[in-house]
Structure formats: structure tokens, C-alpha cells
């Protein structure tokens, strides 16, 4: 069985410029999470789907993310424009059931120079 | 709002020592206690967890305590190898996964 997958694994952009990030949950899964690790701080939570719906988007930072997850499957956060605080490792997970044991996927590395 | 402490922020054993990580929690509500164990390059594994009906459970050279009094939860690695090199988060969840602040562990040969 898959787990869960994000791509790309790095990706390095200009201030000001669009990055958009994807994140393929495992088959089934209903609940997909997106968190942030800035600068070797504490994992944080942005926003929470249950299928196609957000649940809780209490952790995006601004409304230049925007967090997306059409027909239930994958999903995407699109940040435009990125700014220098925006780089950090961005984790996606998903779990069966709400707030239980939620498997994450490697990560996306975004550097915004 | 939620917060959840985690000490240390780093800790250097040697192998076949044991390593002790500690977590508290604000939340009271909070039932569900994860541990995540992250190495380099790769995203968070779950390696064990607890629930607040629980005080303790063990699994192989792993095991985690919980002190819902004192909002306290451990981790705890006895016979540690190079291998268990690694950031450890702990994490609670009331209505979201809340993570501490990260371990990283550092085993020496």
C-alpha cells in the first residue's frame, strides 16, 4: 500500500513568485492535514479537510495560502505570492479517522530567496 | 490556546544508554499521545502512542508514561543504537494534532 506523497520534495523560488504543492493521501483516507516546520521549530498545524471540505483552517497563516482538495483526493497549497518567512518544510498527512493515528508524507522543502 | 512543552531540545547518549524525552500539556481535554520519530529527509513516523485510560505501554526497546494528573507524558529508550538517531516530537490532540518543539536525539557508537 502507498503511503502518503508530496511533491516536489524541494523546490526553490523567488520572492514574489507562485509555488504550488501537492500531496497524494493514502487510498481511502478521508482526513488529509497540511503542517509547516519553520526553521527547526515545532511542527505546525495550517488546515485540516475531511473529504472535499476544510474542517479546520485555523493554522493558515494568511490568505496567500490556499489550500485546496478537489473531488476528495489529493490535495494542494498554493502559495502566491511567497515571501522569505514562507520557506520551511511543508508536511501533508492523512488519517481514517479524524485526529487519530495520521501518517505523514516526506515533506516539501520550499526555499524562497 | 494549546501549546505543548517538550524537553530536551537536544540530547547526546551513548549507545546502550537509555534516553528520556518529556512532554506537557495545557489541554485537559486532551486524550490521544503520539510520538513521532522524524530522520533526516523523511517525515514524521508514528513509533507510539498512548491513550489518557492508559499509564504506560511498552513496546520492545520503546516505552511511554503518562501522568494525566500532572500533564505530563515521556518517552523513554532503553538500549539505544546509532539507529534511534533521530528529531522525536511529541504531539496531543483535542480537536488537532498539536506537536512539541522536537528532540534531536544523538546516539554515539
Known amino acids: 500500500e502507498a503511503g502518503v506523497t508530496q511533491f516536489p520534495s524541494h523546490s526553490v523560488i523567488e520572492k514574489g513568485q507562485t509555488v504550488t504543492l501537492r500531496c497524494d493521501p493514502i487510498?481511502?483516507?478521508?482526513?488529509l492535514y497540511w503542517y509547516r516546520r519553520v526553521m527547526g521549530k515545532e511542527i505546525k498545524f495550517l488546515l485540516h479537510f475531511v473529504k472535499e471540505s476544510k474542517q479546520d483552517e485555523s493554522g493558515m497563516p494568511n490568505n496567500r495560502f490556499l489550500a485546496e482538495r478537489t473531488g476528495g483526493t489529493y490535495s494542494t497549497l498554493k502559495v502566491q505570492p511567497a515571501e522569505l518567512e514562507d520557506s520551511g518544510v511543508y508536511f501533508c498527512a492523512s488519517s481514517q479517522v479524524a485526529n487519530t493515528e495520521a501518517f505523514f508524507g516526506q515533506g516539501t522543502r520550499l526555499t524562497v530567496v | 490556546g494549546e501549546n505543548v512543552e517538550q524537553h530536551p531540545s537536544t540530547l547526546s547518549v551513548q549507545e546502550g544508554d537509555s534516553a528520556v524525552i518529556k512532554c506537557t500539556y495545557s489541554d485537559s481535554a486532551s486524550n490521544y499521545f503520539p510520538w513521532y520519530k522524524q530522520e533526516l529527509g523523511k517525515g514524521p513516523q508514528l513509533i507510539i502512542d498512548i491513550r489518557s485510560n492508559v499509564g504506560e505501554k511498552k513496546d520492545q526497546r520503546i516505552a511511554v508514561t503518562l501522568n494525566k494528573t500532572a500533564k505530563h507524558f515521556s518517552l523513554h529508550i532503553t538500549e539505544t543504537q546509532p539507529e534511534d538517531s533521530a528529531v522525536y516530537f511529541c504531539?496531543?490532540?483535542?480537536?488537532?494534532?498539536?506537536f512539541g518543539t522536537g528532540t534531536r536525539l544523538q546516539v554515539f557508537p
Open positions: 487510498s481511502g483516507h478521508d482526513n
Open positions: 504531539a496531543d490532540i483535542t480537536d488537532k494534532l498539536i
